[in-house]
């Protein structure tokens, strides 16, 4: 069942009581599919490629652009211009040959998205757009998986698990989408380089979490980062019995492409500003 080299490289886990050879077993067994390789994803994918997470799916349409690199640690000055879906799994395999990693190098649509996230236990929602967060959750519900979130703005981050253990989904916060252009994407507001890096690791600590079964999830809950105070806070947020997917009577039993509400397409990093 393992390898001398596997027992070597998941010795600090598997002597954590919380972990030991069992939890390392279902972490291996696990799969994980994460929706955005950029800011967020790059740590991410990194953490759980380490953990031992058996198999790792990538969405990530995008190209590697040079203003990327500022933040997103899982690509090199050389690989601008190349699939970021692409450039991701090769880093993701030279970190851990165990783990089986497999790219997604499409846009993420109503029409695809049951499919692609269906085949995974665990959601991970690392994008940078409003319609894909939306997207994301709605498939998440309907295909009844735990979902991890998280957003960067500025200098500001948050994490949250939606639709876990009978827990309120993402719509339970935000309803609807903002209007058209109503939060800047980072080309014009900016982001704090190192923002992603600390939300991206809360984020994959959520997701092993959930897979080893310790802890308290981050459901109904919604973490708050703020860099420049160097200061946490927690908003509670229950499960909105009115809620379009995920209450009582559902008004929404498919999948929407809000792609009228693209506010800043799909280099935004950017997050809700209902919390900020």
């Known amino acids: ?23 390392q077993q279902r972490l291996k067994q696990a799969s994980v599919v994460v929706v ?23 969405v990530e349409m995008d190209t590697v652009d040079l203003s990327n690199l500022q933040r997103q640690v ?13 450039v991701a799994r090769e880093r ?7 783990v089986r990693v497999e790219a997604h190098p499409v846009r993420l649509t109503s029409e695809n998205a049951l499919e692609i996230l269906g085949d995974y236990d665990v959601i991970v929602d690392a994008s940078d757009n409003f319609p894909t967060r939306y997207l994301v959750n709605d498939a998440a519900v309907l295909l009844d998986k735990p979902l ?21 989904c993402y719509r339970c916060l935000f309803p609807k989408p903002p209007d058209p252009g109503a939060v800047p994407n980072c080309a014009e507001a900016g982001v704090f380089g190192v923002l992603p890096g600390v939300v991206g690791s809360l984020m994959a600590a959520e997701v092993i979490k959930l897979i080893l079964g310790v802890g ?14 160097a200061s946490f806070r927690t908003v ?27 506010a800043g397409g799909s ?5 809700p500003t209902e919390t900020s």
């Open 74 to 86: 899982l690509y090199a000055t050389e690989d601008v211009g190349r699939p970021k879906a692409e």
């Open 148 to 168: 991890v979130y998280g957003a960067i703005y500025r200098f500001e981050g948050q994490v949250a698990v939606f639709h876990h253990a009978g827990g309120p």
């Open 236 to 262: 509670r947020f229950p499960r909105n019995r009115n809620c379009p997917i995920c209450g009582e009577v559902p008004s929404l039993t498919g999948l929407i492409d809000y792609e009228a509400f693209c």
């Open 1 to 23: 069942m393992w390898t001398r080299e596997e027992l070597d490289r998941y010795a600090r886990h598997i002597i954590l009581p919380e972990v030991g050879a069992e939890g």
């Open 92 to 98: 993701v395999v030279a970190l851990n040959p165990h």
């Open 36 to 58: 955005g390789a950029g800011g967020l994803g790059a740590p991410l994918l990194l953490y759980l490629a380490a953990a031992g997470v058996g198999r790792i799916g990538i």
């Open 267 to 271: 280099k935004s990093d950017s997050m």
């Open 216 to 229: 308290e999830a981050l459901s109904g809950r919604l973490l708050l980062y703020d860099a420049l105070t």
